[in-house]
């Protein structure tokens, strides 16, 4: 029943689509770049973090068995109710891709990720969510929107993709007079680089930061109790 033939890069298809989404968007005339520095970034936090806070209800919606993971089937009644239209395979790809911590499931800060990717790898045309918003939470892409900006500025070489070079580069804009320590920049990047390739994938950055903004974690977080 084991499938042993996937290959050591399981992510290799979605990141790749992902990279082109990102040079896709830096092409397009609707990206705003308001950020000019890191610090610009910074300031955004709180404003993202109350944003995606408001994700907690959704994820213990579908959480049905309140055990703080959604498990396959869960993940895919979720995506029937959210109509979006993937295919069964899509969907355990996206379920794979987003567990990044390594405990079996999505957690809260892996559905957000995977909500994020949602949002920016379906295709809407056909649905009939269109005329309001893709999401039904006009509030939620906009900060998705202002993730895909971070990103973008991050990414100096406009490749999709985060590799030291970007990151060094960035960190110094911001201290030009005082170039920032080389362990420093070190030490964000490979906090970052989940899977050791030297390589920072847009999936893999969003789940970084995520964890910077400090979205409430799971642990912190004792599920269904209400007293
Ligand atoms: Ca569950
Ligand atoms: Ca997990
Ligand atoms: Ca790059």
């Not at 994820?59 to 993937?86: A, R």
């Not at 390589?199 to 789940?207: A, P």
Request: net charge negative.
């Amino acid at each position: 029943m084991f499938c042993f033939d996937s290959p050591p890069n399981k992510y290799k298809k979605l990141d790749a689509k992902l990279e082109k989404k990102m040079m896709e968007v830096k092409r397009s005339a609707l990206q705003i770049n308001n950020f000019r520095s890191i610090n610009g970034i910074i300031m955004k936090f709180p404003q993202i973090k109350e944003v995606l806070k408001d994700i907690r209800g959704v994820f213990e919606q579908y959480d049905e068995d309140s055990n703080g993971t959604i498990d396959n089937d869960e993940l895919k009644k979720c995506v029937k109710k959210l109509q979006l239209h993937l295919a069964e395979k899509e969907i355990d790809d996206l379920f794979d891709s987003c567990d990044l911590d390594g405990s079996a499931g999505i957690q809260f800060k892996e559905f957000i990720v995977l909500l994020c990717l949602i949002y920016l790898l379906t295709d809407y045309s056909n649905s009939p969510h269109t005329l309001t918003s893709k999401m039904g939470s006009p509030q939620l892409e906009a900060t998705f929107d202002i993730i895909v900006e971070a990103f973008l500025f991050l990414d100096k070489n406009g490749d999709g993709k985060l590799n030291k070079k970007d990151i060094v580069k960035s960190l110094n804009e911001d201290f030009p007079w005082e170039k920032s320590p080389a362990h420093v920049t070190r030490a964000r990047f490979k906090e970052m680089d989940w899977d050791g390739k030297g390589n920072v994938s847009f999936r893999e950055f969003l789940f970084s930061f995520i964890n910077w903004v400090g979205v409430d974690t799971d642990e912190n977080h004792v599920t269904g109790s209400k007293k």
